[in-house]
């Protein structure tokens, strides 16, 4: 390392090393463009997407996630990762939530095909060619709507009517189309009990309530600068996790747990996002549940954002 380099270049390089975050971000990006989740735009002639308002959204480059270490946000960055936020999670947070989803049946179908739909211990996952994918009906359209009151909202403060949550279309007014995160790369959740400590910080376990998970990561010092997975960063993840290793993330009847969501909240319905793949019906499921449910068989993920 260069001696001109000053402390922060070398906190920064060290971080970059650590994560290997050139090579995850080519592997994420070979994953979101097989997957068709990224496109080439016609305009600026990049990989990116388009939004739900039909703007195009470029994929950030590797230089310019790199610029995003910052003397602001170098601390929290260097203390999660040594808690185990090492997975670079490239969220196309502002792209139509009903494109995700049919990207992701999609890639179920075509792994199953191919007899790579797998757990994480390898055997081969049944799913019904049929009906590989259910949807809560609540999801098509939700991220389109104008009032928060009647479609889904993010990142809320509180899972009630007082959320301060925010709409997709309101996300792309502050400027915000791509989310750039760190996550734990865990596709099982670990149960009550298992959850492993490092550098001080209990992972989250399964058989708590969305608003318990949410309250901790608020209130409890261990938990600073994360916040709850959204709908697409499930969804996102677990389409990354197919394409990169054949894998399907949250196998309830395997070796992991349902996830709520709890970065995305559907006011109305007063429920939460979450995800599971279901052996006993050979399906994957998206549906909402209750802030106040607690499940043994559901845990929840959340994530640390680079950019600000």
């Given amino acids: 390392m260069p001696e001109s380099l000053q402390p922060f270049e070398l906190r920064q390089e060290a971080i970059l090393e650590r994560l290997g975050l050139k090579a995850q971000w080519e592997s994420r990006v070979k994953a979101l463009y097989d997957s068709h989740v990224l496109e080439i735009l016609p305009e600026t002639e990049r990989l990116g997407f388009v939004d739900i308002e039909g703007h195009e959204c470029p994929l950030p480059s590797y230089e310019e996630i790199k610029a995003m270490i910052t003397p602001e946000n170098i601390e929290l960055l260097e203390a999660k990762i040594s808690q185990g936020f090492t997975r670079l999670h490239l969220v196309p947070l502002a792209a139509p939530l ?63 009517r007082n ?86 993330i949250d196998d309830w009847r395997g070796q992991g747990k ?5 970065g995305s909240y559907f006011p109305a319905d007063s429920l939460v996002s979450y995800c599971v793949f279901y052996r006993d019906y050979s399906l994957a499921i998206l549906g909402g549940n209750s802030p106040d449910h607690r499940n043994s068989s559901y845990g929840s993920r959340s994530s640390v954002k680079i950019n600000a």
Avoid at 258 to 262: A, E, R
Wanted: hydrophobic share 30%; with cysteine.
């Fill in 98 to 160: 009903d494109t995700l989803i049919a990207k992701y049946k999609a890639l179920l179908l075509q792994k199953h095909q191919e007899g790579k739909l797998l757990s994480t211990k390898g055997d081969q996952l049944p799913l019904n060619p049929d009906n590989p994918l259910y949807v809560w009906d609540q999801y098509l359209g939700a991220d389109t709507k104008d009032n928060p009151e009647e479609g889904i909202v993010y990142f809320p403060q509180s899972l009630d």
């Fill in 163 to 248: 959320h301060q949550g925010q709409t997709k279309k309101q996300l792309i007014e502050s400027g915000l189309s791509w989310s750039i995160e760190l996550i734990e790369d865990l596709p099982d959740l670990p149960a009550e009990g298992a959850g492993e400590e490092l550098s001080g910080r209990q992972q989250l376990e399964a058989n708590r309530t969305s608003k318990e998970y949410l309250q901790a990561l608020q209130n409890d010092p261990q938990y600073r600068g994360e916040r709850g997975l959204s709908i697409e960063g499930w969804l996102i993840y677990a389409i990354s996790m197919l394409e990169e290793q054949n894998i399907q």
């Fill in 258 to 262: 349902g996830c709520f969501n709890f």
